[in-house]
């Protein structure tokens, strides 16, 4: 296994401390500044981009301070992952930058992002570092590799597979911490559990809709939807630990598509 981690935290600092803060060169020459956007065919509007620069002062004492760790994050996620997947053939290439204020990491075309400005503590890297991690190594294991994308199934898999794999990684943890990357959502989890029920057929019955109206609904922050912000999460964590009574994570970690929706599907279904 190598894991390859390029560190362009630097650059932000870099940029932000020059008289004129040169935004245009700084992201021609970083284009994955703005991977948080382009990996889905947007763009950085004038009003978002005033929004966000007017957000890096409140974000920079927490990115000077992050900035000597982000590569060791990564590096240190991979060392406790790889071994538990039995994925030591995989190659892990990493960035850690400073991003657009708006997501603290994903994983894209085979790479992890992790963005530092959203980074608030060690706890907070030590699981959500993992969580990534399992991303970018649950992708790429199968026979036939999975898809960026896909049906909300393949959402609620994959998620719930990270979300549980760092909850064993890190007993020490609650699983709403686990949920969120650090504590504070205990009141959040217990409205998960009171609709469990109602969100898992809600999930059954879009399970297989590729739209990001839908996806949105259950996984994202900003999706329209009268459950808790991100249940999907949730939801997933307890089909795969449910999954790990009968099943190994390398198991798990190498299902196809069709394996793993069917999967859902079963432990969905009433």
């Known amino acids: 296994m190598t894991v390859v981690v390029r560190d362009l935290v630097p650059a932000f600092l870099e940029f932000w401390s020059a008289p004129d803060r040169p935004w245009d060169a700084y992201v021609e020459q970083h284009p994955e500044v703005l991977n948080d956007l382009t990996r889905v065919g947007r763009t950085l509007e004038p009003e978002r981009l005033e929004k966000t620069l007017a957000a890096y002062p409140e974000l920079e004492a927490r990115i000077r301070s ?20 039995e994925a030591e053939h995989v190659d892990i290439h990493g960035i850690a930058m400073v991003g657009l204020g708006t997501s603290n990491g994903w994983v894209d075309d085979g790479t992890l992002y992790l963005a530092v400005e959203l980074i608030p503590d060690e706890r907070s890297a030590e699981i959500f570092a993992a969580h990534e991690i ?129 999967e859902v599907r079963a432990r969905l279904a009433p």
Request: aromatic share 12%; net charge negative; charged share 20%.
């Open 66 to 85: 992050n900035a000597p760790h982000a590569t060791r994050w990564i590096e240190e996620a991979a060392e406790r992952v790889v071994p538990v997947l």
């Open 134 to 262: 399992a991303h970018a190594l649950q992708l790429p294991l199968p026979d036939q590799p999975w898809p960026g994308g896909g049906p909300l199934g393949l959402g609620i898999y994959s998620e719930g597979f990270a979300t549980a794999l760092t909850a064993e990684l890190f007993p020490q943890y609650s699983l709403a911490d686990h949920l969120w990357f650090g504590p504070g959502y205990h009141d959040w989890f217990a409205d998960c559990e009171s609709a469990r029920q109602e969100a898992e057929a809600a999930i059954l019955a879009d399970l297989d809709s590729d739209d990001d109206t839908v996806t949105g609904r259950y996984l994202t922050m900003s999706g329209q939807t009268d459950f808790p912000k991100r249940i999907g999460y949730f939801v997933g964590t307890r089909v795969i630990q449910a999954l790990r009574r009968d099943h190994s994570w390398p198991e798990l970690a190498r299902w196809s598509t069709d394996r793993a929706l069917r």
